[in-house]
């Protein structure tokens, strides 16, 4: 490193000695003032050379601003034309190639002409000259912008005292303005402004104004920083006091409530067992309220998010029952029949006894009303020995009961998930989510994509709730949810659920309920013993028969619990002896019959066809009804139909006039008559394509005059060409018509197989008839009925 050229010379001498022809040295981001020492970096490769040319010469150079900082290599027309003639004072040389100069300002110049690039630039300039008039304005001005920087000095303390010094020993009032604005935090083009300007009292007016601003900015930041100073000096002298009382109280043997509680929150957040995570923000928001006086008013926010921390269930879990025929006795005690969801739990409880870490399934159950669906969540968190938490989402239109509400509302909490979880006090409980199918959407969100996350298996080990905004694990929690219809549910959520269908039940199998479940609980809430009352089966079949008919039991067990409820009553008057129930004294009980089996009533006459239906309670029965007038080939359809039920009729007229030959018809029957189609219960809407055959048969039936048989029913929808297609919902409709004493079904013949989730015994006492075509089910359903051959 060469040792540093130092110079000491007279810049009003040298100021007379400024060459036409200048080297120009351009500077980024710097404004050089004559008189002025200013330190430079000198890094570019042109700008060495050029330095070290002047080093070798008079050191006189030409400072010029760059116009833009980002230029690496500014060419003639990327330089100001006004800059300032320096010297250079001092250079020290770095091992980079880099240098440090020490300039001094001399004169302003003014550049006339570039006269060559390289090896750098090399222009022909000439000195400015101030104009400086002496008036009592321009004193006025040099004592204004002395006071305004003075103050600005004892504001920055960037600034040393010493400036104060010079500006008073500075007289010329062109030196005194440009030593004040090159120690001024001002940008690069209002300081070029000011060197530009040649007349001395207006560049004086105009620092005036830069002063002033500079001045307000400042005064309002020592404003703002005395606040500061003042509130942490309040808050460390509290902190300081506060520990000193805590040390005094330690040592006398006293502790403040405050302090107790934080420590017991502590404990309890360690006890706790948290997730990594969850205990690194629970213990931040202790430290929070640690600083927090017990009056503030986030004081109780965070106090309640910590007692929701530490009270739920991280590392607690319910110890399985892993006995399996265990778990099936007591599913066996609790719920008749129900195969395949019972299998499908022990299959669970095999599994989970073979591998500890599997996750919970996540079922579905779908049934119509009363079949036991919540029930049975009940009874499975009591056969494995686990909590049982219900939750009903019917109706739940805001997100925010599954994910919660963040803390930034006022009495925000967690959502129903995790308020479940912490009653459960178990990680691991079964958790019922009841009514999926009706769950609403708003404005305020959709609960059911909430839900996607909760059952998702791949997901819920991490479940974040907006209120504790820290993972939760949710893939030990057993999830069933309860549906009494899968179109409504959401096709993304009911794709993360196993399906289990839970079917209505036949006569038979509500009797088996009935004495093995109903009547011992409604004997035991109505206060009765059994040497109070007892039931015949025939009265049991009879209610069920003749004031029930639904796929559950839950209106039976309404009308044996206002049995129970009569005998309590006698029970209570004293009337002690043993009631036993029949058939002949269920009207004085329960009333007149309120359902009649209207199959063999109702279709005595042509034009009355006993069809099938589904619907959302199960299967049912229904009867269509055709009757024809005179008029000019109109076709009225009424019974709130649907469009595709509609059409479905359409179909079977225009089949019927297509073979009406062969059907036994007269063929041009359609020309003055009109066939009214009827379905009653008109103020219940119905559709679907499924009841195409019955359309067809009652409308044959009603135009041939044959009657349908009674003990026949039917379903399958139907195209022009007489084809028999397939429907759906075939196990809900067989144990309707079971239900209502059908002898014999007529089933699209590809709908054979559907026939294999149904109960042998029931099979046995209904006799099926598959078909393809309607010509079939014409000579299966109507009595002597034959097919003319073409």
Known sequence: MDDPIKLQLDAEDVNNRIPEELPLLPLRDTVVFPYIVTPLVVAREKSVKLVNDAISGDRIIGLVSQKSAKVEDPKSDEVMTFGTAAIILRMLKFPDGSLRILVQGLARMQVDKIKSEEPYMLAKIHKVEDKIKNTTRLEALKRNITFQFQKIVSLVPQLPDELQVVLVNTKDPSKLADLIVSNLNISIAEKQSLLEMTNVEKRLERLTTYLSRELEVLEMGSEIQDKVQTEMGKSQREY?????????????GISDDKSAELEELQNKIKAAKMSEEAEKEAMRELDRLAKMQPGAAEYTVARTYIDWMISLPWSVYAEDNLDIDSAAEVLDE??????????????????????????????????????????????????MGRKFIRLSLGGIRDEAEIRGHRRTYIGALPGRIIQGLKNAESKNPIFMLDEVDKIGQDFRGDPSSALLE???????????????????????????????????????????????????????????????YLIPRQIKENGLKKKHIRFTKSAVRKVIQNYTREAGVRNLERELATICRKVARDVAQGRDEKRAIKPENLADMLGPVKIHSEVAERIKEPGVATGLSWTPSGGDILFIEATKMIGSKGLSLTGQLGEVMKESAQAALSYIRSHAKELGISPNFYENTDIHVHVPAGAIPKDGPSAGVTLATAIVSLLTGKQIRHDVAMTGEITLRGKVLPVGGIKEKVLAARRANILKVILPSINKDDLEEIPENLKEKIEFIFVDELSQVFENAIKQFNIKQK
């Open 240 to 252: 300081y006091l506060r520990e000193q009382l805590r040390a005094i109280q330690k040592e006398l």
């Open 454 to 516: 909760v059952l998702d298996p791949q997901q819920n080990h991490a479940f974040s709730d907006h209120y504790l905004d820290v993972p939760f694990d949710l893939s030990k929690v057993m999830f069933i949810t309860t549906a009494n219809v899968l179109h409504t549910i959401p096709s993304a959520l009911l794709d993360r659920m196993e399906v289990l269908e839970l079917p209505g039940y036949i006569a038979e199998e509500k009797l088996q309920i009935a004495f093995k």
């Open 334 to 383: 609790d719920h008749y029949d129900l195969k395949k969801v019972k299998e499908r739990i022990l299959e669970y409880l095999a599994v989970r006894k073979l591998r500890t870490d599997t996750k919970g399934p996540i079922l579905c159950f779908v049934g119509p009303p009363g079949v036991g669906k919540t029930s049975l969540g009940q009874s499975i968190a009591r056969s």
